[in-house]
């Protein structure tokens, strides 16, 4: 009988063992049973960061993926476990984000605020393993730019390089640089690239974080060639303006600035033209002149020379220069001060004067002076009666050369436009005192216009003296 038993239980022994392992197999499997998990070691598996002996460094604003490393489980064929990472404090430094969809067992970490803090992962309430993290806001220590290829002309193109350094190296790599022009119409950044598009100037900056750094252009039109006739004829007295026409390349574009020379040494005596910055050409002799027209600089620089041949001629070829007014108004009355240029062969000076609020009128003149009384005094002062009741003024003023044969061309034109502002009348309590202050202010207009009369002699006499020691 005992030994029935015996023979049972073994038979039920051998029955159960496959039954449990098969059993436990499953379970483990299918995850029913959690496994043993060894080696677990949090690792940055994505993202910029800077590992340390004891922590890892992260940048403040970036997001890095953690993950448990290469743990061993036991047994092998297990289901792997749910790991679960833990913020171990409430800085709020960072926050942890599930990441299984894209690869299990890892979260994203989000770096907040600058600071440390800790991760661990948990089992069962058991801490496995724990790191150290550090969040910081790295400074830019320095921005260094490089720009290959010359930035000059209209059409030129360079490449722009740079490289970031901040105080911890490791991140150096980490931050990008961006790239403005202040004049898009001068210089344009596409990709790396910084194209010449215009004429004018510019600077670039580039920017990585709160670091900045800039390079000022100055932009240029190409020139093809200057195209100008290459002789003018003028008589003595006569002006003319040069007007070279600038080719560039592209065409079009606002070409560089344009200077006149003599072509030859002489001395003053001997020039028969004289020229102003803007190319006005005027014949002060009989005789010929090479004038150099150059435009652009150094290798972009072209160069034409024309000859002005001055001739004898007449007064109707010449016209009065550089024609100025100065005016004060008082007491109901504009005076003019006006000056210009001796013309040469004139023996009269004929001023014109237009009143623009009259319609009804046009230019009529004025006056008239000798060439010897202009040339006693340059300066002519001329007096316009003005109406009580005017509360503007706006007149034209020109003046012409004459002699016997005929008269010159007529100068510029000086516009004279100004507001005649009023004081409003106080009423007085006293009509007595009324009529006392206007017999006295009667006595003062006269003892003024005496002043202003006497003023006007005594500079007239001034300037006749300084004529005549001339």
């Known amino acids: 009988m005992k030994k029935i038993d015996k023979d049972k239980r073994i038979i039920l022994i051998v029955v159960l063992l496959p039954l449990l392992f098969f059993v436990q197999f499953y379970l483990f499997k299918y995850g029913l049973i959690s496994p043993m998990i060894k080696g677990v070691n949090i690792k940055i598996i994505e993202g910029e960061y800077i590992q340390d002996i004891d922590k890892y460094v992260v940048k403040l604003g970036d997001s890095v993926v953690l993950s448990p490393g290469d743990y061993i489980k036991i047994p092998q064929y297990a289901k792997d476990p749910k790991i679960k990472f833990r913020i171990l404090d409430n800085t709020k430094t960072i926050e942890l984000k599930d990441n299984s969809q894209k690869e299990e067992n890892t979260v994203i970490l989000n770096a907040l605020k600058t600071g440390y803090t800790s991760v661990a992962i948990i089992k069962n309430s058991r801490v496995l393993q724990k790191v150290t993290i550090r969040v910081v806001d790295p400074s830019v220590e320095d921005l260094n730019i490089s720009v290959e290829g010359r930035l000059k002309y ?45 004429v004018g100037k510019a600077t670039i900056y580039a920017k990585s974080k709160d670091k900045v750094e800039a390079i000022r252009y100055t932009i240029v039109a190409k ?68 004038i150099t027209i150059s435009c652009g600089e150094g290798e972009n620089k072209r160069i ?4 002005i041949i001055v001739k004898e001629g007449n007064l109707e070829n010449s016209m009065i220069r550089n024609l100025l007014s100065k005016y004060i108004i008082e007491e109901n009355k504009l005076k003019i001060a006006l000056s210009w240029d001796i013309l040469n ?58 002699n016997e044969e005929g008269t010159s061309k ?28 206007d017999n006295d202010d009667n006595n003062d207009d006269s003892e003024n216009e005496d002043n202003v009369n006497d003023n006007d002699k005594q500079e007239e006499n001034e300037e006749e003296s300084d004529q005549n020691q001339t």
Do not use: W
């Not at 360079?158 to 640089?177: H, L, M, R």
């Not at 005596?269 to 005789?287: M, Y």
């Not at 009259?358 to 004025?366: A, K, M, P, V």
């Not at 009423?427 to 009324?434: A, G, K, L």
């Open 345 to 402: 062969g004139a023996t009269n000076y004929d001023i014109y004067i237009k009143d623009d609020l009259n319609s009804n009128t046009g230019f009529e003149l004025y006056k008239s002076i000798t060439q010897e009384e202009f040339l006693k005094n340059s300066k002519i002062i001329i007096s316009l009666d003005l109406e009580e009741s005017i509360s503007e003024i706006s007149y034209e003023i020109y003046v012409v050369g004459r």
């Open 154 to 198: 209209v059409g030129d193109e360079a490449e722009i390089t740079s490289s970031v350094e901040v105080d911890y190296k490791g991140f150096n790599n980490t931050y990008d640089v961006t790239y403005e022009s202040s004049n898009e119409n001068v210089l344009k950044v596409i990709d790396s690239k910084i194209k010449a598009v215009g």
């Open 223 to 290: 020139v093809k060639g200057i195209e100008i006739d290459s002789n003018f004829e003028i008589v003595v007295g006569e002006a003319i303006k040069l007007k070279p026409k600038i080719i560039t390349q592209p065409k079009n574009l606002i070409a560089p600035k344009i200077s006149y020379k003599f072509s030859q040494s002489k001395l003053p005596v001997e020039r028969a033209v004289t020229f102003e910055d803007d190319g006005t050409i005027v014949g002060i002799r009989q005789g010929s002149e090479q």
């Open 410 to 437: 007529p100068s510029n034109i000086e516009s004279i436009k100004d507001t005649i502002t009023k004081d409003e009348e106080k009423p007085d309590d006293n009509d007595d005192n009324d009529d006392n202050n």
């Open 304 to 307: 034409e020379v024309v000859t």
